[in-house]
T-cell receptor, first 116, second 109 residues
């Protein structure tokens, strides 16, 4: 089974702090994603990565950056946390066949971040 | 802008009934469609995938796809209180998934 782990389930930070959210997957998948999930807005893609040191912006990258130094690890960075970044953050990986079929996404347990 | 739409609910059904969840999508190019279940405070878990027009059954779950109408649905037969959750529809567009906002299902004992 695919296993995706996230460093923290719950995190409380103060406005202006630099925040690191870590995600690790154990299936040697190339593709990794960071989403945030808010009530009424669903899952929104922040950044994704297809390979080490490679990153692409998603739909809402503002205020975030990412790092992928190793294939199994994808980090989300909030350079200066703000209260509007209070949210559930979900990391995911994907099985990828090179075609549009049979690409299934698997999620980590999520990190609920509160910025005070 | 690729969009996936769902009724937000809540959808309430009595225990043992059939729950019907609907999803529409905007891009005709889409080939892969998924249903995720998400319990409160938990991450989404994949329950069904469908790629071809028609029905796909897995236990109490049936996914239905109509590409001409750009419509995908999920039927849950013999609904149980443990099925109470938010159900997310997801569409794979080339490289990324686009998720609908989810439908909250409540199965009443």
């Amino acid at each position: 089974d695919v296993k995706v782990t996230q460093s923290s389930r719950y995190l409380v930070k103060r406005t202006g702090e630099k925040v690191f959210l870590e995600c690790v997957q154990d299936m040697d998948h190339e593709n990794m994603f960071w989403y945030r999930q808010d009530p009424g807005l669903g899952l929104r893609l922040i950044y994704f990565s297809y390979d080490v040191k490679m990153k692409e912006k998603g739909d809402i990258p503002e205020g975030y950056s990412v790092s992928r130094e190793k294939k199994e690890r994808f980090s989300l960075i909030l350079e200066s946390a703000s209260t509007n970044q209070t949210s559930m953050y979900l990391c995911a990986t994907i099985t990828y066949t090179g075609a549009q079929f049979y690409n299934e996404q698997f999620f980590g347990p999520g990190t609920r971040l509160t910025v005070l | 802008q690729k969009e996936v739409e769902q009724n937000s609910g809540p959808l309430s059904v009595p225990e043992g009934a059939i729950a019907s969840l609907n999803c529409t999508y905007s891009d005709r190019v889409s080939q892969s469609f998924f249903w995720y279940r998400q319990y409160s405070g938990k991450s989404p878990e994949l329950i069904m995938s469908i790629y071809s027009n028609g029905d796909k059954e897995d236990g109490r779950f049936t996914a239905q796809l109509n590409k001409a109408s750009q419509y995908v649905s999920l039927l849950i037969r013999d609904s149980q209180p443990s099925d109470s959750a938010t159900y997310l529809c997801a569409v794979f567009y080339g490289q990324n998934f686009v998720f609908g906002p989810g439908t909250r299902l409540s199965v009443l004992p």
